[in-house]
């Protein structure tokens, strides 16, 4: 947990990766945005039943997750801001498809992402190395009197837990983020530190 510079109250933050989105499983990034199925609709009033008091809410731009994050700061009454830096990271020319049809298509290009995302990374994708650097630096920007909540992806979410714990990028690929699924950070003048996550 690294010192945070010019912090000096606590901030409990949560994170809400978005749920299941229409068109089944495949690569999304910040390429492909597909709605909320109603399974997934369902999938987020669920994981937010019970919730703490959240004073904001602050969201991934893309649809997928904002539109829940609208839908939910309408029910509490609280303000509910966008932030480009959260939207999933960028997946290439494999945005749209599935794993079926890119192992199909290049399974060495397959093979190699899945031994290593760090390096194998699709052709065009974001690598590992900026979205994490984006992703610190929005968390830095929180502020808040109470609780917020986050709404995002995976790949935002894999990385605030990376930065947390000063994990590597390869290694957070290996974290589980379910559809739904919450992490809890709290920073203090010590920094980021992982206080919970939902693995489903």
């Known amino acids: 947990m690294s010192p945070q510079a010019g ?19 495949r690569y999304r990034g910040d390429g492909v945005d597909d709605p909320l199925s109603e399974t997934g609709w369902r999938q987020m009033w669920a994981a937010v039943e019970g919730a703490p008091g959240w004073v904001r809410i602050v969201s991934s731009p893309m649809r997928r997750a904002h539109a829940f994050a609208a839908a939910l700061a309408e029910r509490l009454g609280i303000a509910c801001t966008t932030d480009p830096r959260l939207r999933e990271v960028g997946m290439g020319a494999w945005e749209g498809l599935t794993r079926e049809q890119v192992q199909a298509a290049d399974a060495q290009a397959f093979a190699a992402y899945y031994a290593n995302p760090v390096v194998g990374r699709p052709p065009g994708a974001e690598s590992l190395e900026s979205l994490c650097l984006r992703v610190n630096a929005a968390l830095d920007d929180l502020r808040g009197d109470g609780p917020l909540l986050v709404v995002a992806h995976a790949g935002v979410m894999r990385a605030a837990i990376a930065r947390a714990v000063e994990g590597s990028a390869a290694a957070m690929m290996r974290i589980p983020v379910p559809y739904a699924g919450m992490t809890r950070l709290r920073r203090d003048t010590r920094g980021w530190a992982l206080v919970g996550h939902s693995i489903g």
């Open 7 to 25: 912090v000096t109250e606590v901030l409990e933050v949560d994170l809400l990766r978005h749920g299941e989105p229409v068109g089944g499983l």
